[in-house]
């Protein structure tokens, strides 16, 4: 047996990488938020993280809508940071965007295409950093209707991911040029067109700012559901995982309390160096059992 433990953990070591780079798996709990809070909630909206329609685990972020009054049925899930304490993670450095949702048919009445959105948040410094009155700042903003999917799926959790090059994407002004706010009509830009140079909606809109000038820094990423839906809904949310580089990569999982006092298995695709260290104490404990 002890023979058989050392082929094991040599067969491990030459299979193991030297180093890895791997997405952070991490836990977000009604206790330990992580960072996550919830947003723009509304008088019939309410989100949270329960064990109804499980993902990954034991749970997953629900969102309800009880629709008594137009424009009441909103709520989002957001997580944010303060741009300056995070100087890489820039728009232009996104190199991962994704999240699955479940649109819950016996509790849905909205239109077939609406489901939780994915909302990325920007903030552009206009290229003079010492200066804000040039400023500007918005959200980007994922839904399946602009991909060409009219109907979202049912009953069923639907990974998405943004592709910087196809996936398109619409722009929301929190703040733009001349301090307009509000919906940029223009549904058929993707990443890499917003950031390509100075894009327009329709006449009226807000302005957006050339994020192909200064630094466009991203503070936030968000899920959410409403408003102006006009319908009762349940719908749920899990695996929201945002990466910057092999170096800043984070897929955030949700799940009950009961999830993080629950000892994790060890990964097999795990460095070489922790494969040793396990292989070594293996051994170590096997040579102390009796004969």
């Known amino acids: 047996m002890r023979h058989l433990s050392v082929a094991v953990c040599a067969a491990l070591v030459l299979s193991a990488p030297v180093s890895q780079a791997a997405t952070a798996n991490i836990v977000v709990t009604p206790s330990n938020l992580q960072g996550w809070a919830i947003a723009n909630q509304r008088a019939d909206a309410q989100v949270a993280i329960t064990t109804n329609q499980p993902r990954s685990g034991l749970g997953s972020l629900q969102f309800d809508v009880q629709f008594t009054t137009p424009g009441q049925d909103k709520v989002d899930f ?5 741009p300056a304490n995070f100087p890489t993670r820039l728009l ?12 819950d048919s016996a509790q849905t009445t909205v ?18 950093p010492t200066d804000t009155s040039d400023d500007t700042q918005g959200r980007l903003i994922y839904e399946d209707i602009y991909q060409g999917i009219p109907t ?15 996936t398109r994407l619409w722009m929301y002004c929190n703040w733009c040029v001349g301090g307009t706010t509000g919906v940029v009509q223009n549904f058929n830009l993707t990443l890499n067109d917003w950031l390509s140079g100075p894009q327009t909606g329709l006449p009226g ?8 000038q200064g630094a466009t820094y991203v503070w936030s990423v968000n899920v959410g559901v409403g408003s102006g839906w ?28 009961a999830v993080a ?17 396990t292989c070594g104490l293996l051994l ?8």
Request: hydrophobic residues 35%.
């Open 111 to 128: 239109a077939p295409h609406l489901h939780p959105a994915l909302r990325i948040g920007w903030y552009n410094d206009g290229g003079t």
């Open 284 to 291: 170590l404990a096997r040579r102390r059992m009796p004969h």
């Open 78 to 82: 957001d997580y944010a940071w303060n």
């Open 152 to 166: 979202a799926p049912q009953d069923q959790w639907v990974p998405r991911s943004i592709d910087p090059a196809t």
């Open 205 to 212: 809109d807000p302005i957006p700012p050339d994020l192909s």
């Open 261 to 277: 006092a629950t000892p994790q298995a060890i990964p097999i695709n795990m460095p070489a160096t922790l494969v040793l260290l």
């Open 92 to 103: 232009s450095t996104l190199t991962a965007l994704e999240y699955e949702y479940y649109r």
């Open 230 to 257: 006009n319908g009762d809904l349940r719908m749920y949310v899990d695996n929201v995982r945002l990466a910057f580089g092999p170096g800043d990569d984070q897929r955030f999982n949700f799940e009950p309390d």
